[in-house]
């Protein structure tokens, strides 16, 4: 008897989800328009861009792909926009009266009849663009593989990760409009919710992120909030924030290790967070659906609650915005009045009990105030104070924007190292800590007051915790570089940046001006040679040598064993032997150095005589500059030029190293990095503005110079340097012993 | 069988349905009356299931219909609008409803179409509103439902339609025990097709009764008392017959001749008067719409303040 009645009941669903299919006929074709006209089309355009491209042919000689890659992009975007077609469609017997009887009297249960009209619904929104994708894929394979082309196919198993999430954000998409639907009963109401819904949730939980920035929530600011799951997957525009996240991660769109690849390592945290979100939202359209009634229809609201918290979140968004930004609070109540009386004035149909309207407006605004208040009065609701625990945490991400490189042309370090974890929570726990208790230390943090002159330059840490519960803690900081001694050290001992840093090293040799590979994995997979660059530690002559992928590949694993075989000792105390592309190779490197000799490396001895020979020669106009508070020669800072024996001094500006500070590997902090010269620049340009720019001339011995230039070092952990040399803008250290000090002397004194 | 047990129904603080208690037999045809807004249609949604009971009880052969697919699927509801199928043609909305009620019967249908000659490939849109409702209709008995619910059944049929559709309906009702309820203001087919009535007024149910019943039970007396000796005639008012053992909603004299529309069984009612020695006592039988008007009346509905002003 059950079971009959199951089967039963079963039929009557999946009649009720035919016959809805059977009704949106008319859409499911339209739907198939948009999709077969916008996928298939861009992918046709872009397989004939490559097979011109292939044939050196400008495909503008041929016909102009703009128009269609237009038409493709607005067909893409209203088959995307269906959803909230179909949706209102298949649910207008909720705000249409004359449907109610004919929908509600038939022999089937709520639960039934709502998801079969959603998933009937979802079918002929996701069909046409399923079938659409099929036929695009067809078309490249076909396409490339007449020609022989391989870009776009190379790219298949991107495009499918990648389109995952756009199949989930247009789910998403649908689902909110069902849900937005279900909490009305009008066809104005209806359409306004559902635009409401899709809005308001993103642009809620963004001008939160703002207020809580602008109310000194320290560490947090705008990007990270595309970080954040709460806000990429709790809609259909996060949803599409994260994809384009996706997008540029460095699979489609590389050019080195740049940005953040949230979208990479976040991906199943956020599909399952986003399931979780459409699951939660398809719930609460089910339950509202069984609440609500069928004499609701007509109403403009079925439920008001609904609608005030629509409007208080519109409220909230522009309210925050101007008590964020200080100015115009009246302005910006105002504009919120304008609106929510207009809302009430709709919604209402009418001015009946419009005081009621006054009052709702008033507690609106208050609310927002108060929201505002205790974001700021917590400190951004304790974000700004919060470092999560080492056992929480799957691995960690960091870059600095003015560590440009982390030694291997590498911006971005991840790595589930513990080691560099609990330096990155110990080095972001002393960042709050001297921010909250800036009096129980002796120098700032950072200084936007370059009069105070510190050599020691300010960068940027950014880091993201990937916590193992799936979400994301990012925050972003200007701190001073020393304080990234001991981080660095850590990550140089890791078995994660031995492992970067050598793929790097390889990437350095594949890619030459005749191949260029967008990834690590396309280099190994399709070089067969590449160019060794070699340059000596200071950077002032080079070599480049020819080699074979056997040879790259041994140079790799040379050079990974070594990284990996380093210890805290040889870093701190290590020279560097020279550099391949961005990476350094140390002295105490064995394997590389044996494999770059036995390739035909002939290092230059750094000597006094070769690097007079360098600075003698007539084309090469090193800027050198020397800093240093060595007793000796306090505050020298020296703008050299070449005159033949000698390099002119011309100044005695105020630059000091802080005498508080330790140095962390400038040589690397600062090897071609615009952030670091343009510090000093900024210093110089102080000086410009009539504060002792020049006070004397000087000439110093060529000769002296260059014996100094070859005690420098790139590499200076936890100690003070007696000097500081920058030649053509690459920084390096002289180490504080008798012999340094004595060259030192002998350039100053003679 | 239906029940309708304390049934009380609400639009936000609007009552429509105050507490009201029905029982309608299977087999039966039973006639909805009831003033504009009284609850009729507020009715036939609760047993369609369409509505939900704020308080009591709606149960067909005992079950609660709100959101049970099995009480539902023995009810067919035919509404009084007739813009909801625009987009159907006549076969679709026959596949549409085929699939929702098991005991459709294709034989029926296509022997009830062919009697009206509806064109099965039009859309309804094209259709006359008559057409629309004889196409519904013919659905409805099509889909060999136990019940059988029509708001305004009749609304916008000519009169040989009416006769065919009702026709339809007393054969379905004696070849299967079909129970029918029909909200109609008109009373004069209520009267020929129902064997039953209910009469609704501001959500509470007047009366429920079988309709020979209600048509014995109030009669329109028409009575002349004899003259006095002086030739002028005898002037009674409604208190000389309070108490009388009959209720009296109606009470007017022109001269010597008085209509009265009392409530009581014939011999009571005659029985109420024989002792005036009236020179002429008839009962005549009203029509359900008398009964509809004068019951009202009582209850103050009625259209003197209209004609008054």
Redesign the interface.
Same mark, same amino acid.
């Given at each position: 008897m059950t079971a009959a009645?199951s089967t /039963?009941?079963k039929?009557?669903f999946g %009649? %009720?989800f035919?016959?809805r299919l059977?009704?949106s006929k008319k859409l499911l074709i339209v739907n198939f328009v948009f999709s077969l006209l916008g996928l298939p089309l861009l992918s046709l355009v872009f397989v004939l861009m490559e097979y011109y491209d292939k044939k050196n042919v400008s495909i503008y000689e041929v016909f102009q792909p703009d128009a269609y890659l237009a038409i493709g992009a607005v067909a893409v975007f209203a088959s995307f926009a269906m959803g909230l077609i179909i949706a209102l469609f298949h649910f207008r017997y909720l705000y249409q009266k004359?449907?109610?009887?004919?929908n509600?009297?038939?022999?089937?249960?709520?639960g039934?009849r709502f998801f079969a009209d959603y998933l009937s619904g979802l079918f002929i929104y996701l069909l046409p663009i399923a079938v659409g994708t099929v036929i695009s894929y067809g078309i490249v394979l076909i396409g490339e593989a007449s020609f022989g082309g391989s870009a776009i196919t190379d790219m298949l198993g991107h495009i499918t990760v990648s389109g995952i999430i756009v199949v989930v954000g247009l789910i998403m998409l649908y689902t909110f409009a069902v849900l937005g639907i279900v909490f009305c009963g009008s066809t104005f109401e209806a359409i306004f919710s559902i635009v409401a819904l899709n809005v308001m949730i993103p642009a809620t939980i963004a001008c939160l992120w703002i207020a809580m920035i602008y109310s000194s929530a320290f560490g947090i600011d705008e990007s990270s909030i595309i970080k954040s799951l709460f806000f990429t997957a709790t809609s259909p525009f996060g949803a599409g924030v994260f994809f384009g996240d996706y997008l540029s991660n460095g699979e489609f769109i590389v050019m080195g290790n740049y940005g953040a690849p949230m979208a990479t390592w976040n991906y199943f945290s956020w599909l399952i967070t986003a399931a979780a979100v459409i699951f939660i939202a398809l719930l609460a359209a089910f339950l509202l659906y069984k609440k609500r /009634?069928?004499?609701d229809v007509s109403k403009p609201y079925v439920f008001k609650s609904y609608y005030y918290a629509i409007i208080t979140m519109a409220v909230f968004c522009i309210l925050s915005l101007f008590i964020s930004d200080g100015d115009n609070i009246i302005a910006g109540i105002i504009i919120c009045a304008v609106g929510w009386f207009l809302m009430e004035v709709i919604t209402r149909r009418g001015f009946k009990k419009f005081w009621t309207a006054g009052v709702g407006f008033a507690l609106a605004v208050g609310s927002v105030f108060v929201i505002c208040a205790v974001c700021k009065a917590t400190d951004g609701f304790g974000a700004s104070r919060k470092v999560p625990s080492a056992s929480s945490i799957s691995s960690v991400e960091i870059g600095s924007y003015s560590y440009a490189s982390f030694g291997s042309g590498i911006s971005v370090f991840t790595t589930d190292d513990p080691e560099v974890i609990d330096q990155v929570i110990k080095l972001h726990e002393e960042i709050i800590d001297r921010h909250f208790h800036s009096e129980n230390y002796e120098y700032e943090q950072f200084s936007e007051d370059s009069s105070e002159n510190y050599f020691v330059s300010d960068c940027s840490f950014n880091v993201s915790y990937r916590m193992k519960s799936g979400s994301t803690l990012s925050r972003r900081y200007t701190i001073n570089t020393a304080m990234m001694t001991d981080l660095m050290k850590a990550v140089y001992l890791s078995d994660d940046y031995a492992k970067d840093a050598s793929e790097r090293f390889f990437m350095n040799m594949a890619n030459t001006s005749d191949e260029w590979f967008r990834s690590y994995e396309d280099a190994e997979k399709y070089a067969t040679k590449g160019i060794v660059g070699i340059e000596d530690k200071l950077m002032l002559t080079g070599d480049a040598l020819n080699v074979k992928k056997d040879d790259m590949i041994q140079l790799r694993d040379a050079y990974r064993r070594d990284l990996e075989a380093m210890t805290a000792e040889e870093l701190s105390s290590g020279e560097v032997f020279c550099y391949v592309g961005d990476n350094w190779v140390l002295d105490s490197f064995k394997e590389t150095k044996s494999v770059l000799l036995s390739m035909g490396y002939s290092p230059d001895d750094m000597d006094e005589a070769y690097l007079k020979n360098v600075f003698s020669n007539g084309n090469y106009d090193p800027s050198i500059y020397i800093y240093s508070d060595f007793e000796l020669c306090s505050h020298i800072s020296s703008n050299m030029s070449d005159t033949g024996n000698f390099f002119s001094y011309y100044g005695d500006e105020d630059w000091h190293l802080d005498k508080e500070k330790t140095m962390s590997q400038f040589g690397f902090a600062y090897r071609n990095d615009y952030y670091g010269y343009g510090y000093y620049e900024d210093g110089q340009s102080n000086y410009n503005n009539g504060v002792m720019f020049i006070n004397s001339r000087t000439e110093y011995d060529k000769a002296d110079v260059a014996q100094l230039l070859g005690h420098l070092t790139s590499l200076v952990f936890d100690e003070r340097p007696i000097a500081v040399v920058t030649i053509n803008g690459s920084i390096y250290c002289l180490k504080d012993t008798p012999e340094n000090s004595a060259l030192l002397e002998k350039v100053v004194n003679g | 069988m239906i029940e309708l047990k304390k049934t009380v129904k609400k639009?936000d603080s609007y009552t429509a349905l105050d507490g009201i208690d029905l029982k309608i037999e299977k087999g039966t045809a039973f006639g909805l009356l009831g003033s504009n807004g009284a609850g009729k249609s507020t009715i036939l949604?609760l047993l369609? !299931?369409? *509505?939900?009971p704020e308080d009591g009880q709606v149960l067909i052969d005992g079950e609660s219909v709100y959101?049970?697919?099995?009480a #539902?699927?023995k009810?067919?509801?035919i509404?009084d609008?007739t813009?909801?199928?625009q !987009?159907f043609t006549l076969k #679709?909305l026959k596949d *549409?409803y085929k !699939? *929702? *009620?098991?005991n459709f019967s294709e034989e029926v249908f296509e022997s009830l179409r062919s009697k009206i000659k509806l064109p099965l490939d039009k859309k309804l849109s094209t259709f006359s509103k008559g057409m629309k409702r004889q196409a519904i209709v013919i659905i409805g008995l099509a889909c060999r439902t136990d019940y059988l619910l029509l708001d305004e059944a009749f609304d916008g049929l000519d009169p040989t339609m009416r006769i065919i559709v009702k026709k339809m309906l007393v054969d379905a009702m004696l070849d299967r025990q079909l129970t029918t309820i029909i909200s109609s203001h008109n009373l004069k087919e209520i009267n020929e097709v129902c064997d039953t009535c209910a009469l609704l007024h501001e959500g509470k149910i007047i009366f429920s009764r079988d309709i020979d019943d209600v048509k014995g039970s109030i009669h329109k007396v028409q009575v002349v008392f004899p003259k006095n000796e002086d030739g002028t005639s005898v002037e009674y008012s409604i208190s000389d017959f309070d108490a009388s053992g009959i209720d009296i909603l109606h009470f007017e004299h022109t001269q010597s001749i008085y209509y009265i529309i009392a409530r009581g069984d014939e011999d009571t009612v005659k029985a109420v008067f024989a002792p005036k020695k009236p020179v002429l006592l008839e009962l005549i039988p009203l029509t359900l719409e008398e009964i509809f008007i004068y019951e009202l009346e009582v209850l103050g509905y009625d259209s003197s303040d209209i004609n008054e002003e």
């Open positions: 009645t /039963k009941n039929s009557y %009649r %009720r035919a016959t059977a009704e004359q449907l109610v009887d004919m509600y009297s038939l022999p089937l249960s709520s039934q /009634k069928a004499e | 639009f949604r369609s !299931g369409i *509505y939900r959101d049970n697919i099995s #539902k699927s009810v067919f509801f509404n609008e813009v909801q199928f !987009g #679709k *549409y !699939g *929702y *009620y098991p």
